[in-house]
Nanobody
Framework: QVQLAESGGGLVQAGESLRLSCAAS????????MAWFRQAPGKEREFVAA????????GYADSVKGRFTISRDKAKNTVYLQMNSLKPEDTAVYYC????????????????WGQGTQVTVSS
């Protein structure tokens, strides 16, 4: 059973940084894609970034390109989301997700989800 556990959320001011972590367990992830999504109140869950576990290829939403960086530590089975230059519009619950084979941006394409971590950016 795949389990994903996010951590690292919090309250920051605009312009500051946060790093989210997603600890993955339950299987080997060599063929998997790991992703971050976010959901603000009253809005749909949206794609933020993804990384292929084996090669480290990445993809980003236009709204976070140049500010957010996704990475993974194979030894720790952990995926990170470094978020810089945060804006109030980045405020949301951030979710870690996983799927086998192939980077996708649709939330319905992902089979496994963490419980989420709140990120709040004040202006």
């Amino acid at each position: 059973q795949v389990q994903l556990a996010e951590s690292g959320g919090g309250l920051v001011q605009a312009g500051e940084s946060l790093r989210l972590s997603c600890a993955a367990s339950g299987r080997t992830f060599s063929s998997y894609v790991m992703a971050w999504f976010r959901q603000a109140p009253g809005k749909e869950r949206e794609f933020v970034a993804a990384i292929t576990w084996s090669s480290g290829s990445t993809g980003y939403a236009d709204s976070v390109k140049g500010r957010f960086t996704i990475s993974r530590d194979k030894a720790k089975n952990t995926v990170y989301l470094q978020m810089n230059s945060l804006k109030p519009e980045d405020t949301a619950v951030y979710y870690c997700a996983a799927r086998p084979n192939g980077l996708r941006v649709g939330a319905r394409s992902y089979d496994y989800w963490g419980q989420g971590t709140q990120v709040t950016v004040s202006s």
